[in-house]
């Protein structure tokens, strides 16, 4: 009987039969070495999982690493309220903050130690980026790859300048093809979908497919119990096709997830994939068999645009779309990360002018815009480079938690999975010293402040840092003992008042409708309208707010409401 048949199916659907019998010989003996383990959990997802996004240098502290500065923080202020902690990269790397990795099997000595990310690993469930579409031009594998290595002829995907690329989608506003020169003189064009330094994998070579499954497995040994795909849409190439979305990259994920199921069935893929909300979901697969988690895109803009205009309307249409395939699948729902927000997962959703109008909005808070590259030659928005808070807030002077928050209960109340920045946690500003230093736009989210600075701004009441941490604290504490909140409970959204977002999330032995108002006006709601009898009480006042089948929410107040004792 043939070993690992599901692996076989796929290694030949990738590769060719022929082709495909070499690569099983090669993941067969990467599984060996691998200790298989059961699954430990009951059930995949809980109400309690909520994600901290985070570098590994997000704090500092002097004399101590970076690594184990955060762990210090985290115990302290973060345990009993974040499940888990996604680390950004936190390998040795030339560029892009950590998304050119040199060296995939180290942790950089800047930050830490293996030992370290262990030790995180003893109070917290970790994501680990797994970088997987490119890698450093100045790593030891590219020179070897320059050097035509035995193991790396193949690493990288040289292309003839020549050859019609048009079709080719382009995330950036930069080259396509960079030049290089091998070792023995030969000038080469290689394929680097998104800058000069970081060179995309060929994965039609069997030595790239058995590094990387390697480096996934290497990753599991140390603890990682979620790994986000980076940038995995264009894992594939394929000259005279979109290379985006390609059927061999879903099979390619299929294969990293049916690898995991063979030796560490817990172990969670999260696909990141900057598209329109269609092309997003589509890595779920059949439910089954593809990513577990899916980054979910739409709600960053979407909210923004929500907060922006005072409306809710598009919000509330397309939040009733997000239907899972099945009970082992749900969406990472996130407002704020390492990069901007990008705008692309508003296409078909938003109109051009609306999106402009948030790059604008954008700039008038302090912030940038990145464009990227039409076939058509033509540019367009493609990422906001602000803060969340400054985002949201809309006042760059302002200091009122409130409005802020608001954005991020809708977060909170979606089905699916919570994930908060480091610096929305911490209420941090626009960056625009860094950026000015880095001449890079995505710095303005990317501040290293010192821990007893940020510390002694958490502990001053009155500071926006202070308001808008007690109030994730309180958020999170409360959300997490829920059923209701479960990431695959049902949900049912409501069409109330433009001015307020309207869901109900229900178990079988609890029903909640969450109320957003997302508008500077107080509004009175008729209870009926909204699902609710009137002797619900609110969970996140802990009174019982309808008053004669009426119902007042004022600016940005967010309200849980549902029958004590469940």
Same mark, same amino acid.
Request: with cysteine.
């Given at each position: 009987?043939?070993?690992?048949?599901?692996?076989?199916?796929?290694?030949?659907?990738?590769?060719?039969?022929?082709?495909?019998?070499?690569?099983?010989?090669?993941?067969?003996?990467?599984? %060996?070495?691998?200790?298989?383990?059961?699954?430990?959990?009951?059930?995949?997802?809980?109400?309690?999982?909520?994600?901290?996004?985070?570098?590994?240098?997000?704090?500092?502290?002097?004399?101590?690493?970076?690594?184990?500065?955060?762990?210090?923080?985290?115990?302290?202020?973060?345990?009993?309220?974040?499940?888990?902690?996604?680390?950004?990269?936190?390998?040795?790397?030339?560029?892009?903050?950590?998304?050119?990795?040199?060296?995939?099997?180290?942790?950089?000595?800047?930050?830490?130690?293996?030992?370290?990310?262990?030790?995180?690993?003893?109070?917290?469930?970790?994501?680990?980026?797994?970088?997987?579409?490119?890698?450093?031009?100045?790593?030891?594998?590219?020179?070897?790859?320059?050097?035509?290595?035995?193991?790396?002829?193949?690493?990288?995907?040289?292309?003839?300048?020549?050859?019609?690329?048009?079709?080719?989608?382009?995330?950036?506003?930069?080259?396509?093809?960079?030049?290089?020169?091998?070792?023995?003189?030969?000038?080469?064009?290689?394929?680097?979908?998104?800058?000069?330094?970081?060179?995309?994998?060929?994965?039609?070579?069997?030595?790239?497919?058995?590094?990387?499954?390697?480096?996934?497995?290497?990753?599991?040994?140390?603890?990682?119990?979620?790994?986000?795909?980076?940038?995995?849409?264009?894992?594939?190439? %394929?000259?005279?096709?979109?290379?985006?979305?390609?059927?061999?990259?879903?099979?390619?994920?299929?294969?990293?997830?049916?690898?995991?199921?063979?030796?560490?069935?817990?172990?969670?893929?999260?696909?990141?994939?900057?598209?329109?909300?269609?092309?997003?979901?589509?890595?779920?697969?059949?439910?089954?068999?593809?990513?577990?988690?899916?980054?979910?895109?739409?709600?960053?803009?979407?909210?923004?645009?929500?907060?922006?205009?005072?409306?809710?309307?598009?919000?509330?249409?397309?939040?009733a779309t997000l239907h899972l395939p099945s009970e082992q699948t749900t969406f990472f729902n996130f407002t704020a990360s390492h990069d901007g927000i990008g705008v692309r997962p508003l296409e078909g959703i938003l109109p051009a002018e609306a999106v402009a109008a948030l790059a604008r909005h954008a700039e008038a808070m302090g912030g940038r815009v990145s464009y990227k590259s039409n076939p058509d030659g033509s540019q367009s928005p493609y990422e906001l480079n602000v803060t969340y808070v400054d985002a949201i807030l809309g006042d760059p002077a302002g200091e009122d938690a409130g409005k802020f928050m608001a954005s991020q209960a809708i977060q909170y109340v979606l089905p699916g999975?919570?994930?908060?920045?480091?610096?929305?946690?911490?209420?941090?500003?626009?960056?625009?010293?860094?950026?000015?230093?880095?001449?890079?736009?995505?710095?303005?989210?990317?501040?290293?402040?010192?821990?007893?600075?940020?510390?002694?701004?958490?502990?001053?009441?009155?500071?926006?840092?202070?308001?808008?941490?007690?109030?994730?604290?309180?958020?999170?504490?409360?959300?997490?003992?829920?059923?209701?909140?479960?990431?695959?409970?049902?949900?049912?959204?409501?069409?109330?008042?433009?001015?307020?977002?309207?869901?109900?999330?229900?178990?079988?032995?609890?029903?909640?409708?969450?109320?957003?108002?997302?508008?500077?006006?107080?509004?009175?709601?008729?209870?009926?309208?909204?699902?609710?009898?009137?002797?619900?009480?609110?969970?996140?006042?802990?009174?019982?707010?309808?008053?004669?089948?009426?119902?007042?929410?004022?600016?940005?107040?967010?309200?849980?409401?549902?029958?004590?004792?469940?």
């Amino acid at each position: 009987m043939t070993p690992y048949p599901e692996i076989r199916r796929l290694l030949d659907e990738i590769y060719g039969p022929e082709e495909g019998r070499s690569a099983l010989e090669r993941v067969s003996v990467l599984l %060996q070495r691998f200790p298989a383990r059961p699954a430990a959990k009951p059930q995949r997802f809980s109400e309690k999982d909520v994600v901290l996004i985070t570098y590994g240098d997000s704090l500092r502290r002097p004399g101590q690493r970076p690594l184990q500065a955060f762990r210090d923080f985290a115990c302290t202020y973060l345990q009993g309220l974040f499940s888990a902690v996604h680390f950004l990269p936190f390998f040795p790397y030339s560029s892009d903050d950590g998304f050119s990795v040199m060296d995939f099997h180290a942790i950089d000595p800047a930050l830490g130690t293996w030992d370290d990310v262990r030790a995180v690993g003893d109070t917290f469930d970790m994501m680990f980026d797994f970088v997987i579409n490119h890698f450093s031009a100045q790593g030891q594998w590219f020179a070897d790859y320059l050097a035509d290595a035995p193991g790396f002829r193949d690493l990288a995907i040289a292309v003839d300048p020549a050859q019609d690329l048009s079709q080719v989608t382009r995330p950036r506003a930069l080259p396509l093809l960079t030049p290089f020169q091998k070792q023995d003189g030969r000038t080469i064009h290689l394929w680097t979908t998104f800058s000069e330094d970081q060179i995309d994998f060929n994965y039609h070579s069997l030595d790239v497919l058995e590094k990387m499954l390697a480096v996934m497995l290497r990753y599991v040994e140390n603890g990682a119990t979620m790994l986000r795909l980076d940038a995995i849409a264009y894992l594939w190439k %394929q000259v005279g096709t979109a290379c985006i979305h390609l059927p061999q990259t879903h099979a390619m994920v299929k294969l990293f997830r049916a690898v995991l199921d063979v030796v560490a069935p817990d172990v969670i893929l999260v696909t990141e994939t900057n598209v329109p909300h269609k092309e997003n979901i589509s890595y779920f697969g059949s439910g089954t068999d593809e990513a577990q988690m899916v980054y979910n895109f739409t709600l960053p803009p979407l909210l923004l645009h929500t907060f922006v205009t005072a409306d809710a309307c598009v919000l509330t249409e397309w939040a009733a779309t997000l239907h899972l395939p099945s009970e082992q699948t749900t969406f990472f729902n996130f407002t704020a990360s390492h990069d901007g927000i990008g705008v692309r997962p508003l296409e078909g959703i938003l109109p051009a002018e609306a999106v402009a109008a948030l790059a604008r909005h954008a700039e008038a808070m302090g912030g940038r815009v990145s464009y990227k590259s039409n076939p058509d030659g033509s540019q367009s928005p493609y990422e906001l480079n602000v803060t969340y808070v400054d985002a949201i807030l809309g006042d760059p002077a302002g200091e009122d938690a409130g409005k802020f928050m608001a954005s991020q209960a809708i977060q909170y109340v979606l089905p699916g999975v919570p994930g908060t920045y480091i610096h929305s946690l911490i209420g941090s500003r626009n960056w625009t010293a860094g950026v000015s230093e880095t001449g890079r736009a995505r710095t303005v989210n990317r501040e290293k402040p010192l821990v007893e600075a940020v510390v002694a701004e958490l502990e001053t009441p009155g500071t926006l840092r202070a308001g808008v941490f007690d109030a994730y604290r309180r958020m999170i504490g409360l959300r997490r003992r829920q059923p209701a909140f479960h990431p695959n409970a049902a949900f049912e959204v409501l069409s109330v008042d433009p001015r307020i977002f309207a869901i109900v999330r229900r178990t079988a032995g609890q029903s909640i409708v969450a109320l957003t108002n997302i508008s500077p006006q107080t509004i009175e709601l008729a209870a009926d309208a909204c699902s609710l009898s009137g002797g619900e009480v609110d969970l996140v006042t802990g009174e019982r707010p309808a008053v004669q089948g009426r119902l007042l929410l004022k600016p940005y107040q967010f309200a849980w409401l549902t029958y004590a004792g469940g």
